[in-house]
């Protein structure tokens, strides 16, 4: 956007049109770093889930652009009976199950329901591959054994839940934004000098 600025300004003969266009566009700029959201919240989030299977832990999960969204980072804890190994990465659990898994979360519940349709999913010390999602229902569980053969479990994942540990930290995004400002401002002030010239 900056540089079609520059481009119509470097046709424009007028100096004060070209501080007009060009603090209409730093305007522009500062006018959207403001609206974006200025930092990244993470939490530590309980989990249990009973049903064929069941398990419980904590989840670290670092907030998205949308409203209560969480993306789950890491996961720890015990599924049935064995340690829980590690979050799968988004889309690793197969779509041949249902949607594949997104990793996220929502807190507090939107509508009462923590999990989307795609679910998180996380391995076990024992080899096994376990999905949690929420299929519009009720909350459901696929367990298995490798990620390209037939689930050895699937159904209800009825006792879910989600409660708050505490809120670990918050990353602040300010600083990128002073960073980005202070560059508009140095090419402003630059062009100045050399339009008064």
């Known amino acids: 956007m900056i540089w079609l600025v520059w481009q119509q300004c470097r046709t424009q003969p007028s100096p004060g049109m070209l501080m007009k266009r060009l603090f209409l566009s730093v305007f522009?700029?500062?006018i959207a770093c403001l609206l974006l959201p200025c930092h990244a919240s993470t939490m530590t989030l309980n989990f249990s889930f009973t049903g064929s299977s069941g398990?419980?832990?904590?989840v670290v999960a670092t907030s998205t652009i949308l409203a209560n969204e969480y993306l789950v980072t890491a996961i720890s804890g015990t599924a049935d009976g064995s340690a829980i190994k590690g979050l799968l990465q988004p889309g690793s659990f197969p779509a041949f199950y249902l949607p594949t898994n997104d990793n996220l979360v929502f807190y507090p519940a939107t509508n009462?329901?923590?999990l989307d349709m795609s679910g998180i999913a996380f391995t076990s010390d024992a080899g096994m591959f376990y999905n949690l999602y929420y299929n519009g229902t009720?909350?459901?569980e696929v367990v298995s054994s490798n990620l390209q053969g037939p689930a050895l479990k699937q159904g209800s994942a009825s006792g879910f839940t989600l409660a708050p540990?505490?809120?670990?930290?918050?990353?602040p995004?300010?600083?990128s934004l002073v960073l980005l400002g202070t560059g508009a401002l140095g090419i402003m002030a630059t062009l100045r000098r050399r339009v008064q010239r």
């Open 28 to 30: 522009s700029v500062a």
């Open 55 to 58: 398990g419980s832990g904590t």
């Open 112 to 114: 009462g329901v923590y």
């Open 138 to 140: 009720s909350y459901q």
């Open 165 to 171: 540990n505490a809120t670990v930290a918050v990353t």
């Open 173 to 175: 995004e300010p600083s």
